[in-house]
């Protein structure tokens, strides 16, 4: 019957137009529609994960058991409970749009045969996954440079805003406003992100796939994915990420190097692993849910839209 070819048709015969090639109905890309459904997981789940994160902040940086965490925000009242809940907010919003669209993104100019079914190489995601990794690095690092001096109960005093954060900062010369001010940490976060990021998007689909193919509806298959990538490089982080804490909670003085703040953390520990990863069973199970939540929210939302699955 002659007319206008059946999608599956156009796709096919490898139409620039078709979904192969990226497009979806209104004839927006599949890539574009990632930005925002990253913004929108990552928004919901912040929501729900912040006051346990707020604990972990706490046995980061006081080196204190989680009951002596949850003493401290209770001693400190609820109208200080939801301080610096701002920063993370639109910080992990940003986070989303930036890891989920420019993951995306990459992927498809390094793999221009990137199709919305079609599985992806290790090599490609891994990649993709690195470089959106150090993009979010390089726009989010001075979101979570605010946001940890704010969460410093030490710094309430001479600090209490974010207002009075950026003015500090603004107030050192330009050269020192980026490496004292809003960049302190910057090379670690770098590195964190990039690896965590390319391991994340190496692994989520094969681990779903996996769990969908033993009969598990596509939500759960997807929560669980997120949930163990989240545990797994939570662990395998865990000690960068308080070694970023300690060193943007700083403010003013000299910038020390990564491998000098390292070993004075270490000697703070008391050179003990047990307490480097002090706050480390609340990193599992604020990632599980964390990262769960994000990724089966982020699926569902990609399937409503078109998007792969």
């Known amino acids: 019957m002659l007319g206008v070819p059946s999608r599956s048709r156009r796709m096919q015969a490898g139409n620039p137009d078709s979904q192969e090639a990226g497009t979806l109905p209104g004839g927006l890309r599949w890539w574009t529609k990632s930005y925002v459904n990253g913004a929108a997981s990552n928004l919901l789940t912040t929501l729900v994960t912040f006051p346990i994160y707020k604990t972990i902040f706490r046995q980061q940086l006081h080196v204190v058991m989680v009951q002596e965490a949850l003493r401290q925000l209770h001693k400190e009242g609820l109208s200080k409970f939801y301080r610096g809940v701002l920063p993370p907010l639109l910080a992990k919003t940003v986070q989303g749009t930036v890891l989920f669209g420019t993951y995306d993104t990459v992927l498809h100019w390094i793999s221009p045969q990137a199709t919305l079914n079609g599985p992806q190489s290790l090599y490609h995601c891994s990649l993709a996954g690195m470089l959106s990794g150090f993009i979010e690095a390089l726009v989010l690092t001075p979101c979570e440079r605010v946001q940890n001096v704010l969460q ?158």
């Open 152 to 309: 410093d109960s030490r710094k309430d005093a001479r600090l209490p805003t974010i207002r009075s954060i950026l003015q500090e900062f603004n107030s050192y010369g330009v050269g020192k406003r980026l490496k004292l001010g809003y960049y302190r940490g910057l090379f670690p976060i770098i590195f964190r992100n990039g690896l965590g990021s390319a391991l994340y998007f190496s692994f989520k689909d094969p681990i779903r796939d996996a769990l969908s193919e033993k009969g598990l509806p596509n939500g759960l298959s997807s929560f669980v994915s997120g949930s163990v990538n989240g545990m797994g490089l939570s662990l395998l982080l865990y000690p960068l990420s308080v070694l970023i804490t300690n060193m943007q909670t700083q403010v003013g003085g000299e910038v020390r190097s990564t491998g000098h703040t390292f070993r004075a953390l270490w000697e703070s520990r008391q050179g003990r692993v047990s307490l480097l990863y002090r706050g480390g069973s609340l990193v599992i199970f604020r990632s599980c849910i964390t990262w769960g939540l994000t990724t089966a929210i982020y699926e569902s939302l990609k399937g409503r839209s078109g998007g792969r699955n």
